[in-house]
């Protein structure tokens, strides 16, 4: 019997009666009890969920952290106008969140993570990498900091095991706030003028991973100018009874600066035109990679990745110290290959020679090109590459080699993004 | 105390004999050492304790086994004290029926062990000519620095050397490991012997100390390590004076070369500055410091507790987690007021190692009982009367007798203390068929479950062994890979008790192998 179907006359009724030798045995004790595997359900939907179903008008779902979002909600096209042009609003309530508290929090998460943590101001955020003993790499993430004590890191996928058996010895808490903690990602050179309309004082004078709490309509909502678009954008992280009324404010306050919902294509697009790798899809976490190639070091996902290897202990560290001197031996380049249709890429060759897998591939608009991000040998990188495709017309496909060369920027990577204070116009 | 300004290059944590060891090893070497010994005395395991005043006692282990000759010599440890009472001590196997079986040392009591045995007494010969040389062929692996797992040059070379060695020791030697190592001592005793007694003998000297049963994969091996072990000393010996007697020569031997030893010291925890090892900090807040600090208390408590995993990454924590020894073997000791006699058994040999394992039938069926959590209803265990060549021990006409009772649960349902009386109760009843006065002479006496033994001579989880000595417990993965090789991760501490290879026992092995490595790696 669970309290809420216990009558309160009921309870109040058995009294101990102290006369009585014999203990008295309540027979709920003996009562089966219906269990519900707390993780039995595998389909989750997000808060948004029902908001955002009437959105869609291509029907178009596809799935996140178990999660159903919507892939397109219109066009591809018009969202990615949207995005460049104005701004977007997207449900990404999927990521992982994880609080990290208590009296060791700083000295926890300074041995979790591969960067020095020590200029971490209260209400700033952080990219962070953290890596197992053998140096390679576990996840990355946004690592928040709430307040002195209490942190919040922000991943593609959940590291809860990991994190709760390097938690011993540290007077930390460790919980997964995933399903209790909404986020709307604000993107786009309109963004801070939306989010101005919909009653944010001061939005343009929040620097780069800075954070605050804002009042939208009497709901609290910690504000934080962090995405992954190379853009202009802001994410909001609200309490999931508060997230639909928050969602519905900013679409009525944004339309008349053209802002629209947008699906998880769009973020991976945007992503891949800002060359940011993501777990999962473009190395695979240590523990999750069966085959050993499938896992990366961070020196070859990021060229120039966020170490303190004069940090005393972390994890990995005697294992990053080792690799730092030699040259990785492949990287994640952001390759473009010359085409003027969208193509599916698949195999990096030197020649003939496959050298590399393009992990993230898609059309890019802003360059009219076909763009991928690739694990490629270092030594290949010097010579010339191609790309191979296939292209899909009616039933009929075509294997295309396509020339490709390395970008030097990303596809998209704008000034306005980390300008200080940010701009309320185009 | 002003211990600081004294300056060491080496502290030792934990007195024990592997401690000791290691401390008379780098005091020898000209290095200013410190032992830190959290309990009243030093010798860990190894000492002798009064059962009751006048009677005195190995109060946990009772025979040196496996001391290696060269550590003796080169510490000088006949120089400081150490006699022996008896040297190889004899094994006899105790029969129900008073037909006792002495296992043969030499030509003469061969004979007689054929006579006893006709059918049996070739197998046996052959079977401990086998044992012997794939012993020759593990020993020299017991007294050297496992390779690096992480190079694969150093791999190849060491299993490289081993085949080859097991070349030479002749065409049959390869097979005959092969054939060893995965198999049960109980399959391949009851493939070559008839005799039940027999049988439960040599099985109780492969499986004592372990967990699991004669039939248990790979303990077939174990006795070929036990033998191994026994090839590095001189067989079984009794130390003069008890096993305390080793303890007090390596506390002269470490004095004599100007290290100190101190005891009722606790330490609280290592100190751990820039990334590296620099010293201790007592229970009372003093500190100690040195460049090298040897842990010979347990490789868990060691990096968990002492150093902390702030220090270290979650890696190297969670390869230890999992290494929780569990000891299965209780210890009684007991004061007699008259030699007990034993039924049939020859008056000379009652100073001999008395094995009381009838057959493999009932060795294995005490096994499953404790692994069900139950006592054993015929406890099965080694006996030994020291004070039969060691009248030091006890009152003139007077006698102790220590017991190991092998295959008791680690932990019962209850708690000991409920169990303790019926535990002796039984052991007392079983001796009792054997020596049917024992029960009358008995005057005082100790019992000591795994919990004391943890509790009272620090060993954790009271196990002998620190981590059963088996083949996945032994070389690179004792007692974690990453630990392998007496370092730890973190810079300056290195690990030199039993739970480091080649493990438990009073062999002083893991001691000395560590204080070389650290004296050739210049850290002091």
Known sequence: MTPDTAHPDETAQEQVDLDNEQAAVDPALFEKQPVEPPFART??????????????????????????????????????RALRGAAVLADHSPLVKTRISGRDATDYLQRLVTRDLSSLAVHAAIPVIFCEGAGLVLGDGILFRLGDEEYRLVTEETHLAWMTESALGFRVRIEDVSATLAMLSLQGPLSAACLRDAGVKDIESLA?????????????????????????????????????????????????????????ALRELARLEAALPRAGRD????????????????????????????????????????????PPRRRLVALVAEA???????????GTRPVGTATTAGFSPALGANIALALVETSALDGSLSLTGRRREGLSTQELVLPARIMEEPAWKMARGSAFPAALGL | MSWDSEGFDAIVV???????????????????????????????????????????????????????????????????????????????????????????????EFAVFREALPKDAEAYREYVAHRRALAGLVAPLLGERPPELA????????????????????????????????????????????????????????????????????????????????????GACLPAGGMGALADALVAAIAASGGKIHLDTEVSRILVEEGRVNGIVLSGGVEIRAPLVLSAISPGVTMLELVGAHHVETDDIRELRNFSPRGTAAKINLALDRLPQFTGLAPELHGARLLIAPSLAELDETSHAAQNGDLPLEPVMELLLPSFADPSLAPEGQHVISIIVHNIPHEIEGGWETHREALVQRVIRTLGGYAPEIADAMIAGEILMPHDIERKYGLAGGDWHQGDIRLDGLLVSRPAPGYSRYETPLPGLWLCGAGSHPGGGVTGLPGWVAAGAALERGDA
């Not at chain 1, 309490?239 to 306050?253: G, I, N, T």
């Not at chain 1, 890429?345 to 030197?350: A, G």
């Not at chain 2, 000492?47 to 109060?59: D, H, M, R």
């Open chain 1, 208 to 264: 780069p991973f800075a954070a605050c709490w804002a009042d939208i309509g009497g709901m609290p909502v910690y504000v934080s100018r962090t995405g992954a678009s190379g853009d202009l954008g802001y994410e909001l992280w609200a309490d999931v009874e508060d997230a639909p009324h928050l969602w519905r404010r900013l679409m009525s306050k944004g339309m008349s600066h053209g802002l629209r919902p947008a699906g998880f």
């Open chain 1, 340 to 350: 003027l249709e969208p193509v599916a890429l698949s195999t990096v060759l030197s």
């Open chain 1, 43 to 80: 389909v989750h939907t997000t808060p948004l969920h029902l908001l955002i179903s009437a959105e869609s008008r291509t029907n178009r779902w596809t799935e996140w952290n178990g999660y159903t979002v919507p892939d397109v909600l219109t066009d591809l096209g018009d969202e990615y």
């Open chain 2, 151 to 234: 190079d694969p040059d150093a791999l190849r070379r060491f299993l490289r050397r081993s085949v080859w060695r097991a070349m030479l020791k002749g065409r049959g030697t390869m097979q005959n490991l092969l054939r060893t190592l995965p198999e049960s001592i109980g399959d391949r005793l009851d493939a070559e012997f008839e005799s039940p007694l027999l049988k439960g003998a040599l099985a109780f000297d492969a499986t004592l100390g372990g967990g699991e049963g004669p039939y248990a994969p790979g303990t077939s091996f174990r006795a070929v390590l036990r033998e191994a072990m026994r090839l590095q000393g001189q």
């Open chain 2, 14 to 108: 934990g007195g024990g004999h592997n401690g000791l060891v290691a401390a008379a090893r780098l005091a020898g070497e000209g290095k200013r050492v410190l032992v830190a010994e959290a309990g009243p005395r030093a010798g860990g395991a190894a000492v002798t304790s009064e059962i009751t005043p006048g009677y005195s006692v190995s109060a946990v282990a009772h025979l040196l086994e496996g001391f290696p000759r060269r550590i003796e010599r080169k510490l000088k440890l006949a120089r400081h004290g150490l006699r022996y009472a008896v040297r190889n001590v004899a094994t006899v196997a105790l029969d129900r029926d008073g037909k006792h079986l002495l296992l043969p040392r030499t030509r003469k």
């Open chain 1, 283 to 326: 190395y695979l976490s240590a523990f999750a990679a069966v085959m050993s190639g499938d896992a990366a070091t961070p020196f070859e996902l990021w060229s120039a990745p966020a170490i303190s290897l004069n940090k005393p202990v972390f994890n990995g560290g005697r294992a990053l110290r080792r690799l730092a001197d030699k």
